[in-house]
């Protein structure tokens, strides 16, 4: 039987929208991993980084031990430290991760999933997601409700029933998965499967190379909008008795860490704004987990070191430029936490000092906490991608019918949507 190599590429991209890169990335010969981080302000970076950088030890770690269990192992002990960050830091409450890892023993990959990051395989041509979508949209195709296209394009995909939020009840898939000679793997995020379709993705990750591949798969989700960060890691098999190609970045043997994960603390916006044939793989850095804390960033002092007469030029095209803006931000809506309540905000979900971008425009009646705990954690975070005040009173009916029935006293019980298998999210 042929032995076999695993060549490899990670890659990320900001994005066009977003300012900062909260997911991670990490490819080398023996694991290729992504982790989407959610959860506002600073939160989303650190979940994500935090996960890969306690997962991505494995690599190192493996021996005569079965490498299903030292993975799981692994995820257990990062989302028990993501638990033990919001013990420390209320602030960061909320936070959570995807995770995507294929750890590979020289003869099979263990692999673990959880969230709506994905894993594809190319073989002999044709793509098949090997991941199933832990999201709401993704229940309601397994029921028959919705078909896979109408799923992609709900304006709810992105509600997530399982992710990592350092709690006990959010377990990720664990399986074996036998690999070929010739396979393709591609793990990416949601900033790549929404934007670029899988008759995209599969011809594209046929590309000649595995490098080309990936920098081509991250321009085509820029080109589509980049309305998020997007991340792509590529494995693929080759004879391992065949001459490494010097053209691969995984030539050099050295894993490849982007994202938030290779950003120190300080760091976070580092990848900002990079142009779409920017390949960002950093060699992995050491860094210590211990070390990886929320460090707020203090609001830019620079401005008070130029001289008076730029400062007023550039206040007045602030002023034209920030009335169309703010006018935009009162056209946008999203659901997210009030007082411990679930409600509608108009605005945006943005932190400027002195600025208010938000504000209630309908309270809910639904309290955060007898939420769901996934629910509960994207509605701390924010849920934004809604396009319209229907939109969001839309999403709220789902959170509201995700509520578990409790004998509370209501003066006039209205009657609630048909339990259905909604059931089958981590209550
Ligand atoms: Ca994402």
């Known amino acids: 039987m042929t032995s076999l190599r695993l060549n490899y590429v990670a890659l990320t991209d900001v994005g066009l929208r977003r300012s900062t890169n909260q997911d991670s990335g990490y490819a080398s010969s023996h694991l290729i991993a992504i982790a989407d ?6 939160a989303g970076d650190l979940a994500s980084a935090t996960t890969m950088n306690i997962v991505r030890q494995v690599d190192a770690d493996l021996g005569d031990v079965d490498p299903l269990e030292t993975l799981a192992h692994a995820v257990a002990a990062a989302n028990t430290k993501l638990g033990q960050l919001v013990r420390d830091d209320p602030s960061v409450e909320g936070m959570g991760t995807t995770l995507e890892a294929m750890l590979w023993d020289g003869h099979r990959f263990a692999t ?8 594809y395989l190319l073989r002999d041509g044709k793509l098949t997601q090997i991941s199933t979508d ?8 397994e029921e028959g409700k919705l078909t896979p296209a109408e799923a992609r394009v709900h304006p709810h995909r992105s509600l997530l029933l399982r992710v990592m939020l350092g709690r006990d009840d959010n377990d990720p898939d664990l399986a074996w998965f036998e690999g070929r000679l010739g396979d393709r793997f591609l793990l990416c995020s949601d900033g790549l499967s929404d934007m670029v379709d899988d008759a995209t993705i599969e011809q594209t990750l046929g590309a000649e190379t595995i490098d080309q591949a990936a920098t081509e798969l991250v321009r085509l989700a820029l080109e589509a909008g980049g309305y998020d960060n997007v991340t792509v890691v590529i494995g693929e098999l080759v004879d391992a008795s065949e001459e490494p190609d010097q053209h691969l970045s995984s030539a050099d043997g050295r894993p490849q860490l982007v994202g938030a994960a290779s950003e120190g603390p300080r760091g976070r916006t580092g990848q900002a704004a990079s142009g779409s044939d920017t390949v960002v793989s950093t060699p992995a850095a050491a860094v210590d987990p211990e070390e990886l804390r929320y460090a707020p960033q203090a609001p830019s002092r620079s401005l008070w070191l130029r001289p008076v007469g730029f400062l007023a030029a ?3 095209l602030l002023l034209v430029v ?11 809506y999203y659901v997210g936490e009030y007082a411990g309540q679930v409600v509608i905000y108009r605005g945006v979900d943005i932190d400027i000092p002195g600025i208010t971008l938000r504000h209630v425009e309908e309270g809910t009646g639904i309290t955060v906490k007898t939420l769901p705990a996934s629910y509960a954690a994207q509605v701390r975070a924010g849920i934004s991608d ?18 578990p029935e409790t004998p509370e006293p209501s003066p006039s019980p209205t009657p609630t949507k048909k339990p259905s298998s909604r059931k089958t999210q981590a209550a």
């Open 37 to 42: 981080g959610m959860g506002g302000a600073a």
């Open 134 to 141: 832990h999201t709401f949209v993704q229940s309601l195709v």
């Open 386 to 403: 809604v396009n319209s005040l229907q939109e969001a009173r839309e999403t709220v009916e789902e959170l509201r019918s995700a509520v």
């Open 322 to 332: 920030g009335v169309f803006a703010y006018q935009y931000t009162q056209r946008q």
């Open 314 to 316: 550039f206040v007045g």
């Open 112 to 119: 673990a999933h959880i969230g709506d990051s994905r894993a």
